[in-house]
């Protein structure tokens, strides 16, 4: 009895330990900025509800979106070419990193569309309400990602092309996407938020990573002197750091957005 107390304990004293070094890390914390979408024929709701456990506790989330349908008929026009820049072809990583790159910046269909604001904004309210943790809020970010939310499905099944990397705002419309789609949301979601953000390929698989300023103990990796979180967007309830079974390092390949 008395060694499980010991293992609790000691198992909380580390949960405490991560959000610490996380809220000394000097992540910035930028506050949202209350938008109100404008009501248009063409507008459709999408309403995410989901949990999340934080490794303290389990959250109940509920996020509307309003998502202007003619906005997203052009992501969805968009890059459709034979060749490269193209996000139904690819020739190799370097083809997919620049592609990750344009799709997360992008003013009206990645970062800067106003449907990412309205799910950043309600997730930075929600973590100040709660007073989360850095850790606590980048393992909420990322949950909304995951299959909750984002059902996995592979590309030709739902788009009809053996390969398709939605833009953020397609993927948040459709709810689907394989690894990369869900991969290039989380890391608008994070780049958003103030985090710092790479995008990460390994074969057959695309995820990402996080950054801080710090360099604690149980990074998973160093790149350019920086310590970076691996982050898996695909399946349900991996948290920042977290690695897959088998996971090689020797085979991962990162590029900060």
Not at 27 to 34: A, M, Q, V
Request: glycine share 4%.
């Amino acid at each position: 009895m008395i060694e499980q107390i010991s293992l609790i304990l000691l198992f909380v004293f580390f949960i405490k330990l991560i959000s610490w070094l996380f809220d000394n890390s000097k992540l910035p914390k930028p506050k949202p900025e209350e938008t109100t979408p404008e009501e248009t024929n063409d507008t459709e709701t999408r309403t995410f509800n989901w949990f999340v456990n934080d490794n303290i506790k389990s959250h109940s989330l509920h996020c509307e979106v309003d998502i202007d349908k003619s906005v997203v008929e052009e992501a969805q026009a968009e890059l459709l070419n034979d060749s490269p820049p193209s996000k139904v072809i690819f020739t190799g990583d370097e083809d997919y990193f620049k592609l990750s790159n344009y799709e997360i910046l992008h003013d009206r269909f990645g970062i800067g569309c106003r449907e990412i604001e309205q799910i950043t904004n309600y997730l930075r309210r929600y973590a100040d309400e709660q007073y989360f943790s850095n850790y606590q809020f980048a393992i909420l970010i990322l949950s909304f990602v995951h299959e909750q939310n984002i059902k996995y499905s592979y590309d030709e099944d739902s788009t009809g092309y053996l390969e398709y990397a939605r833009f953020p705002l397609e993927t948040i419309y459709d709810t689907t996407g394989d690894c990369d789609c869900k991969a290039i949301l989380a890391s608008a979601l994070f780049k958003k938020l103030g985090f710092r953000v790479a995008f990460a390929l390994m074969p057959g698989h695309a995820a990402l990573a996080i950054s801080t300023e710090s360099a604690p103990f149980f990074a998973n990796f160093d790149l350019n002197g920086t310590s970076w979180f691996y982050c898996e967007s695909t399946g349900d309830d991996w948290k920042p750091g977290q690695l897959p079974d088998q996971f090689d390092f020797n085979s991962l390949k990162i590029k900060e957005i």
